[in-house]
């Protein structure tokens, strides 16, 4: 016997005996214990649930119900037609009103306290679903609603039903409460249904009064069983808690002597039906894994102690690196088998790493080198500190190609600009660093050298290509770089990169970097950073440029136009941060921020007497935001500024680029008097057709073609056709850019209606723009 328990096998199988029945006891426990606790906690959490189901749907509809009456005493229609007492018109109104929030009534009552639009929605019967004239129409309202009733959540009892319903005030002028109007729904069936769909509890409403018997109001299931009934009444009249019942309930208000409570329950045993079935699954569970595990067991300890030994000495022997051998750890089928699959897996790691290594060195579409590749090879040049050149290598036109032929052929051409690029001689290394763009990395190169072999690059490259009949000419882009010690790779990747893109765009084949070029660089990277902070802490600043008015002489406008007061760097002019703001996504803020200052502005020399109209600049990225127009209009509304006072001018090419959605935008605006200008006209690329459908009041005729008018016979015929061709549509001009007075009388005497420029005045600040009208012949 003793001889029998010192085999391996006997051990490891009691060894496993012993451990599973150890671990089926515990996890029993365990499992029994947790679901009892699980059991209570369901309990628990069913009536939190329950509660906030409850408030959350409750509350919403009292908020949806007076947002909503709010809104709709704000209408100023329902107002007119309340004032004209047109009783019939009033109900269409009001029934408009109450479709459009599904509500179970609406109620007018007039400021001395008449019922005089009552309507409710049939909700039984042949005519359910139809709205009928409620009983208190042209009867007084039983409440006074200059008390706190509009302020609470109030139940209204009509017809056998009650109501949850919110009024808000009519007014006329500024605070002249003229009536009120009121939403309801019925605290009844659909409610408790969907409170029953939420918390998967029994749902409804119950009236209770002292010395009589409770009463439904409503429930959400067609039968309630007797002891429900009781353990229901007995909770909400005595607060008696049902242990075999899992019971929520809440007053919600008085109605007529009557208490109203909410409530939901539901059996202990059908709350808890599904935990107790998994309970009983688990116990099965755990019953049939038992002889299951023994038998592993048994199985396990037959199977693993002969060839154990071997397999962990050639296992060692394998993780030493030593992939060659073949593993041989017994005779039988299912260990030759097992020896099989060791030698599989062997060949298998062998073939993975040399991939993995290889891929992790080389680009997968063109099997060049990648970035690691790249700083593999340089690592040891930089170490000897040799003079190495890098050439960064962007293909035109590759995102037209992909977007046109598709992303087959744009790979077909990948792969044949990286055959003519390994076909040139003297390139060190060629590598493929992203999409379109490719590294070549020279060692021992000096400036001419690299330049002879850029030469040859592009005549190899540049050749036509031809794939499936289609012929496509390869056009290279190259920034360069050279070391310069103490540096590295990243530096000359950095530095290459910014000659890239100073060719790019300044649409140079090539470009070799220079500091220069690199200041403007990282200013802008400092500018970017910078500019959504500038805008938050008031560090723009607006000049203004006098518009006159060729026909009475007089200065009647300006034009906003903004400045970045830098602490550092000081003045920055527009052209340098208005790109930056459209690429970065902070275009509507600096316009809105903008707008708010022009305005501020005009209250200010309003208040000092000088009446002076602005213009105000937006751009393309503007008129893609949905809510914009709503915001120009409410910042005037709200600041009580007449809306002739401002002036939206938009360029042509932010018409262009979406002239639909411009359009629409734009006849919004129109739509409530705001005058519209196109900026810069002349220069964009807009039609005629465009333009009579855009809903503008003038045009800008930008100053390149002004400047020069009194020396520029073309430049007259183009001002005097726009002056024309304005004029037909039915347009004002503003001529920009007059710098001399003889350019300003040509204007005026053909009929253009306001000019600026340096003649007039150069832009400046507020303060010295009524310096100016005070002392200027146009004031």
Request: charge should be negative; charged fraction near 20%.
């Amino acid at each position: 016997m003793s001889g029998l328990f010192n085999r391996i096998q006997t051990r490891i199988f009691a060894f496993f005996v012993i451990l599973l029945i150890a671990v089926q006891a515990i996890s029993f426990s365990i499992t029994f214990y947790a679901n009892k606790r699980l059991e209570q906690e369901q309990l628990r959490n069913q009536l939190s649930v329950a509660e906030l189901v409850f408030k959350s749907e409750y509350n919403d509809r009292n908020y949806y119900l007076a947002a909503f009456a709010e809104t709709a005493a704000k209408d100023f229609g329902l107002k007119d037609i309340f004032i004209d007492d047109d009783s019939r018109s009033f109900l269409v109104a009001l029934n408009n009103h109450r479709k459009r929030i599904n509500a179970d009534i609406a109620i007018a009552v007039d400021k001395q306290g008449e019922v005089i639009g009552q309507l409710m929605l049939n909700t039984r019967g042949a005519n359910k679903g139809k709205v009928k004239v409620g009983p208190e129409q042209g009867k007084a309202f039983r409440y006074p609603l200059d008390t706190e009733f509009q302020d609470t959540n109030p139940l209204y009892p009509l017809d056998d039903q009650i109501y949850q319903i919110k009024f808000a005030p009519l007014t006329s002028g500024a605070s002249n409460v003229i009536g009120w109007v009121g939403f309801g729904f019925i605290v009844g069936d659909e409610l408790a249904r969907s409170l029953q769909m939420q918390t998967g509890l029994n749902a409804g409403f119950m009236l209770t009064s002292d010395g009589e018997e409770n009463v439904f109001l409503s429930l959400s299931v067609d039968e309630v069983k007797a002891a429900d009934y009781q353990a229901v009444s007995q909770y909400i009249r005595n607060q008696q808690a049902n242990d075999e019942y899992v019971l929520w309930h809440e007053a919600l208000g008085e109605v007529n002597d009557k208490q109203i409570h909410a409530f939901m329950y539901l059996t202990r045993h059908d709350v808890l039906e599904s935990y107790q079935k998994q309970w009983l699954q688990q116990l099965g569970l755990i019953v049939l894994m038992l002889p299951i595990s023994l038998l592993v067991a048994f199985i396990i300890s037959s199977g693993v102690t002969k060839p154990i030994k071997v397999l962990i000495e050639q296992a060692r022997f394998i993780a030493k690196g030593n992939y060659n051998s073949k593993v041989q750890v017994g005779s039988s089928i299912e260990m030759q088998q097992l020896a099989d699959e060791f030698t599989v897996m062997q060949e298998a790691i062998v073939s993975r790493e040399s991939k993995i290594a290889f891929q992790a060195y080389h680009d997968p579409l063109t099997n060049l080198g990648n970035k690691n590749e790249l700083e593999r090879v340089t690592l040891a040049w930089f170490a000897e500190k040799s003079p190495v050149g890098l050439c960064l290598i962007n293909i035109k036109r590759m995102t037209e190609v992909n977007g046109t032929l598709g992303h087959v052929v744009g790979d077909q051409v990948i792969k044949e600009i990286s055959r003519r690029l390994s076909s040139v001689d003297n390139i060190d290394l060629v590598c493929r660093i992203s999409g379109d763009e490719f590294a070549l990395a020279f060692k021992n190169t000096f400036p001419k050298a690299l330049r002879a072999s850029m030469a040859q690059v592009q005549q190899t490259v540049e050749s036509e290509y031809c794939y499936q009949d289609i012929s496509l000419h390869l056009q290279l882009t190259v920034g360069i770089s050279f070391v310069h010690y103490p540096s590295d790779l990243e530096t000359l990747l950095r530095q290459a990169d910014t000659a890239l893109k100073h060719a790019k765009k300044h649409k140079l084949d090539q470009q070799i970097y220079n500091q220069q070029i690199d200041v403007n660089t990282i200013e802008r990277l400092q500018l970017i950073n910078e500019l959504k902070s500038a805008i938050e802490s008031d560090e723009l600043v607006l000049f203004y440029q006098p518009k006159l008015d060729l026909k009475l002489n007089k200065v009647t406008h300006v034009e906003a136009l903004v400045r970045w007061q830098h602490p550092d760097r000081g003045m920055i002019p527009p052209d340098t941060f208005i790109p930056i703001a459209e690429q970065m996504g902070q275009m509507n803020a600096l316009t809105r921020w903008v707008i708010n200052e022009s305005i501020d502005q005009y209250l200010r020399w309003k208040a000092q007497g000088v009446e002076l109209g602005i213009a105000i600049n937006i751009s393309a990225e503007n008129l893609k935001d949905s809510h914009f127009c709503q915001y120009v209009l409410d910042v005037i509304a709200d600041r009580n500024v007449p809306i002739e006072a401002l002036t939206l001018e938009i360029t042509e090419d932010a018409v262009v680029s979406d002239p639909e959605n411009a359009i629409k935008q734009l006849k919004v605006l129109k739509k409530y008097g705001l005058k519209l200008s196109i900026d810069d006209y002349g220069t964009g690329y807009s039609s005629l057709a465009q333009l009579k459908q855009l809903p503008v009041d003038e045009l800008k005729i930008d100053k390149s073609f002004v400047q020069n008018l009194m020396v520029n016979l073309d430049d007259q015929i183009i001002v005097n056709s726009t002056l024309q061709l304005a004029h037909s549509l039915g347009l004002r001009v503003v001529a920009e850019g007059i710098e001399e007075e003889g350019a300003l009388k040509w204007l005026a005497e053909r009929g253009c209606e306001m000019g600026q420029g340096y003649f007039l005045s150069k832009p400046v600040d507020a303060e010295q723009i009524v310096d100016w009208l005070a002392s200027s012949q146009y004031a």
